[in-house]
């Protein structure tokens, strides 16, 4: 047997026999889609040392767990997600509870879960969520006080249930829809429906279930002993907002449409969390979720804070970064960003370029606009040649070939060259200012040898032309006259033919006799044209 599995099953066997003396707790690694998984591992580990502070538990951690199951065959750490899944690992390490727990997001705000799964019933016992906006570390912040609530909650459940099991009754909820949470008498209990709650106190019984912005009510009378069956018919459940501001008139907006404007009360909010917008021009808008209630009236009251409006341009460029009083405002541009009355203090940064600031005061309800002209903190340069391709040189650092456009230079007083082969150098002084270009356009001269190489080439290009010229026209002119005497020849052949034809009622052989002769005179006399056209053109390329 390998040492690792022989420590793992001498751990699980320890367990085993000393779980008489107290309870033990395995933690589960926290996960999340959204965060590292080292950062997930720091969680987990922050929440164990939470976890040894509560009395009467042995703790088993993280790491413990991973390295016990790592040899366990069929077993997906990281896959589970339900409690039937958990009481096996539990089952698997030998512990009473698992502690396991995620992290999620919903838009900028992050929401953790933290639950105890009791490994005999394969039920979640307790749960304890906590949702923050903007930073995970006011998050983290919580977990102490989210672990205590965790096992407080395991805590009253128990005295309610077991305290009071001399006076006690069952009671079966289920709900249309289901999946829906439970209160009795307000205390909200564990499971959804359908569920079997246990050990009731005797009596009359208010009944409530939720889910999302259902909701639904029913009055029950439970006897000693007693089983009672309630299904309830949930529907959209209302209650009342009323909203107060300092100064009144503000718009009040709910889920994104217009209920009215302050002082006002609002009647039939579906009940839930609604995200209830507060807006009037000149103050910062206000944004909070509002649990409603069913058949109770919330009330708001909010003082709205004075704001003045920047709207901020950087033409040409899109990627400016906007900082409006220490905060990152946009990119490129920003319109009506709200800012806090008294100093405003706006920035305009982008790398390779000046920082561009603008300091003022602004009053509630102000609008100022502003345009940020960016100064780069160097200059370019373009740089063109004729013929193109020739090197560029400042400082003989070698920039590029020809043409070389918009390439960007610390600002300095250089000597600017330009090489190319068979071209005769140029060498001139060149000042680059910050925030400008300068534009060169050179053209460039040959040298003699160049000169000389090219008029060579295009005299034995001529000589060449030459000899070409005369052989064609000497080739065309003797072969147009050898045609034209081979021509000659057949009229000579086809004349005799005609004369030998004696009788002269065969008339269409004559005609076409004589056609053929009068058609290869025709093509006799081409030849000798062509040839003597043709040794023209020989005797007149002589000398040329």
Partial sequence: MKPKILLSLTFLLLLVFTSHAQKSIAVMNIQSARLDPEDCVAITNYMTTELYEIPGYRVISWNDVSQMLEHQSGMQLLGCEDEVCFSEIGGALGVDYIISGDIGALGDSFIMTIRQIDIVRAETVSRV??????????????????????????????????????????????????????????????????????????????????????????????????????????????????????????????????????????????????????????????????????????????????????????????????????????????????????????????????????????????????????????????????????????NDNHLGKTPLLNERIVPDNYTLSLKMQHYQSVTESLSIARNATVTRNIELNKTEEFIQYLSQKKEARSRRWQWIRRITFSSVSIGAAVAGVLTDKNVESLYREYSAISDYDQQDKLDSKWSDIEENLKMRNLFYIISGVSGTGFLISIPF
């Fill in 129 to 394: 969520s906590r949702r923050v906006t903007g930073d995970i570390g006011l998050l983290i912040d919580e977990l102490p006080a989210m672990v205590r609530e965790l096992f407080r909650t395991e805590t009253a459940q128990k005295t309610q249930t077991g305290d009071r099991a001399d006076g006690s009754g069952i009671i079966y909820v289920q709900s249309i829809p289901s999946g829906a949470s439970v209160e009795i008498d307000g205390q909200l209990m564990q499971g959804v429906t359908p569920v079997t709650l246990r050990d009731i106190p005797t009596g009359e019984r208010r009944i409530i279930v939720r889910k999302g912005n259902y909701y639904g009510t029913e009055m029950v009378t439970l006897a000693p002993d007693a089983i009672e069956r309630i299904n309830v018919e949930m529907d959209h459940g209302t209650g009342t907002l009323r909203v107060f501001t300092n100064p009144s008139d503000v718009i009040v907006r709910i889920a994104g449409a217009a209920r009215g404007s302050t002082p006002c009360v609002i009647e039939n909010v579906s009940v839930g969390l609604q995200n209830v917008e507060l807006v009037r021009d000149g103050y910062f808008d206000y944004e909070k979720e509002v649990e409603i209630s069913m058949d109770k009236t919330v009330e708001l009251d909010v003082e709205m804070r004075p704001a003045g409006f920047v709207s901020v341009t950087v033409p040409g460029h899109r990627d400016a970064r906007i900082i409006i009083n220490g905060t990152t405002a946009g990119l490129g541009s920003v319109r009506d960003y709200p800012v806090e009355v008294g100093e405003c203090v706006v920035t305009v940064e982008k790398p390779d370029f000046e920082l561009w600031k603008n300091t003022g005061t602004i009053q509630a309800g102000d609008k100022i606009s502003m345009t940020a002209e960016l100064v780069s903190v160097f200059g370019a340069v373009n740089i063109e040649s004729k013929p193109q391709g020739a090197d560029v040189y400042l």
